[in-house]
Each structure stands twice: as structure tokens, then as C-alpha cells.
């Protein structure tokens, strides 16, 4: 996946343009995006979308209400007939969160003669500040586990601050530091680092420009708010043809000397890392439907 974007899921119009969009996966949304008197509406739209979906559409991912709310019981209820791919669970305040809703959605996937641990998970681990101090117990929480991602405004609100963004629009140093330790719990625990959303979504350059960043930095995907911002982030996360010919031809030199620590290519000295990295470039390039 390289883009991910969110939905209401009480608004058919918005859905069917989301099905649309070009977008890798739509989040349909039961939580931020509506009202408490339309989750109910809400989740029969989710369900009834989710049986609906067509091949060649976007992957279907619902964004649940959080473990704390009350709600997620009779969100999972609704929606798990229609098979989700994977659940976001919003405000995830550790492993033992996951842990939670991976038993959630064993007994839901028997209920629905589903295949046992077919439904992942994507966690969006930056919420509160309590999160951050737990990022560390998301690794081997559950193998559901699929992707990670994280959010700056619900834990700008949490913490009481003014705005997370400077007068340059760049995050300022609280978010930042919780974009990095995002990023690296993701990376340990060896799933998708997801990037947050970039809300302001008639500013096409910034958005460009944040992507870019969030790729050097090692994120694989990011999530949007309007379908218009699908273009270009699909753009910035597909590997180039210059990206893939270099990894291309990392992988053929480890390949042809298996034995060797580094090799010299193009004047430069590569690496295992380089191996590891090249080889992600490829599967991503893959990902996105081009011959690797």
C-alpha cells in the first residue's frame, strides 16, 4: 500500500468517489468522521460496502472507535460479516491493545466463518501522550499486526497544545518526536510504517513535499483526506525507473558473490544494508504492478 485514505462511513457519495480514486486502500471510517447518532447508520453503510466491493477496487480497512469508548464491540458486530481487510484502531495505547482486539476478532472471525487471522490490524500508536510511552511493547504484540501509523492532532488536543504545526507548516518538536518513535516502532516490529495525513489538501506542493520526506526518512505509505491527494502520493511512493535499476543491480552483485560483506559499485561502497534496503525498493516497485 501506498496510499491510504480515510472515509465517513455514513456517506455513500463519499465512499463510491473513494472507490474511485485510485487510492491502495480506503479507510472507511467509524470514528472521528461521524456523529454518535450516525454510528449506527454508519456501520450498515461499512457492512454493506464491505460485501459490495468489487475486484480491482481499493483494499476495505474500518477504522473502529477505540478500545475505551464503548463502541467497538458493536462496531466489530456490524462490519465483520463483510470481511474487512484489516482494522485501524485508533488511540492504541501499547501491545496490549493489539492484543486486545486480535482476541476481539478471533471470536468475530468464527462467528462469521471467516479464516482464522484473516483480518489484520493497523494501529495508530501516537494518539496520547500515554502511547508514546508504550510504543516499545508493540513488537511480537500479535501477528495480525500490519501496518503502524500515527497522529498528530488528536494528541495536539491531548497535551493542550495550540497547533502541531510551525508558521512554515513543518511539525513542530513534540511531533516530530513522535513521527520518529512511530517510525522506528514500526520498524521494529518489522510492518508498514505508515505516515500521518497532511490536512491541508488544497496545498499540493506541501503535501509533495512532506511525502518526499516521509519517504527518505523511511515511511513506505501515507495516508490522505481527500481523493484529490491520491495522485500524488501514489506518485512520491512508487519507486522510479533510476530507484529500480539501482536495486536492481545491487541485488544481481550480492547475488553473483554471496560470500562477500561489500561491494564496490559505481564508485561507491555497498553494503548489507544496501542489500535490504534495495531489496524493499523492488518489493515495493512489485507492489505497485511494475516488472521488478
Known amino acids: 500500500m501506498r496510499s491510504l485514505l480515510f472515509v465517513p462511513g455514513d456517506d455513500a457519495r463519499k465512499i463510491a468517489k473513494g472507490l474511485d480514486s485510485g487510492a491502495d486502500a480506503l479507510i472507511l471510517d467509524l470514528e472521528d468522521s461521524v456523529a454518535a447518532s450516525r454510528k449506527a447508520e454508519a456501520r450498515a453503510l461499512v457492512c454493506e460496502t464491505l460485501r459490495k466491493r468489487l475486484e480491482g477496487q481499493p483494499l476495505l480497512l474500518v477504522r473502529v472507535n477505540a478500545l475505551k469508548s464503548g463502541?467497538?464491540?458493536?462496531?466489530?458486530?456490524?462490519?465483520?460479516?463483510?470481511?474487512?481487510?484489516?482494522?485501524?484502531?485508533?488511540?492504541?495505547?501499547?501491545?496490549?491493545?493489539?492484543?486486545?482486539?486480535?482476541?476481539?476478532?478471533?471470536?468475530?472471525?468464527?462467528?462469521?466463518?471467516?479464516?482464522?487471522?484473516?483480518?489484520?490490524?493497523?494501529?495508530?500508536?501516537?494518539?496520547?501522550?500515554?502511547?508514546?510511552?508504550?510504543?516499545?511493547?508493540?513488537?511480537?504484540?500479535?501477528?495480525?499486526?500490519?501496518?503502524?501509523?500515527?497522529?498528530?492532532?488528536?494528541?495536539?488536543?491531548?497535551?493542550?497544545?495550540?497547533?502541531?504545526?510551525?508558521?512554515?507548516?513543518?511539525?513542530?518538536?513534540?511531533?516530530?518526536?513522535?513521527?520518529?518513535?512511530?517510525?522506528?516502532?514500526?520498524?521494529?516490529?518489522?510492518?508498514?510504517p505508515i505516515d500521518s495525513v497532511f490536512t491541508d489538501f488544497r496545498d499540493t506542493d506541501g503535501l509533495r513535499a512532506e511525502a518526499e520526506a516521509s519517504r527518505r526518512d523511511g515511511f513506505i505509505a501515507k495516508m490522505a483526506i481527500h481523493p484529490a491527494q491520491v495522485a500524488v502520493i501514489n506518485a512520491v511512493f512508487t519507486p522510479d525507473e533510476k530507484a529500480i535499476d539501482h536495486a536492481r543491480r545491487i541485488v544481481a552483485l550480492f547475488e553473483a558473490n554471496p560470500d562477500a560483506g561489500v561491494i564496490g559499485l559505481d564508485g561507491q561502497m555497498i553494503d548489507r544494508p544496501h542489500l535490504v534496503q534495495a531489496r524493499r525498493i523492488l518489493a515495493r516497485a512489485a507492489a505497485a504492478g511494475i516488472a521488478v
Open 71 to 192: 463502541l467497538i464491540a458493536a462496531d466489530l458486530d456490524a462490519i465483520m460479516p463483510g470481511a474487512p481487510a484489516a482494522i485501524m484502531l485508533p488511540k492504541c495505547e501499547g501491545g496490549a491493545d493489539i492484543q486486545h482486539l486480535a482476541a476481539l476478532l478471533a471470536v468475530r472471525e468464527a462467528e462469521n466463518e471467516l479464516i482464522d487471522g484473516a483480518t489484520q490490524i493497523i494501529a495508530i500508536a501516537t494518539e496520547t501522550p500515554l502511547a508514546l510511552f508504550r510504543l516499545g511493547t508493540i513488537p511480537g504484540a500479535s501477528n495480525r499486526l500490519e501496518g503502524l501509523t500515527w497522529g498528530g492532532e488528536d494528541l495536539a488536543g491531548a497535551i493542550g497544545a495550540e497547533r502541531n504545526r510551525d508558521e512554515a507548516g513543518h511539525y513542530t518538536d513534540p511531533y516530530r518526536l513522535a513521527r520518529s518513535l512511530a517510525l522506528f516502532a514500526a520498524s521494529a516490529a518489522e510492518v508498514a
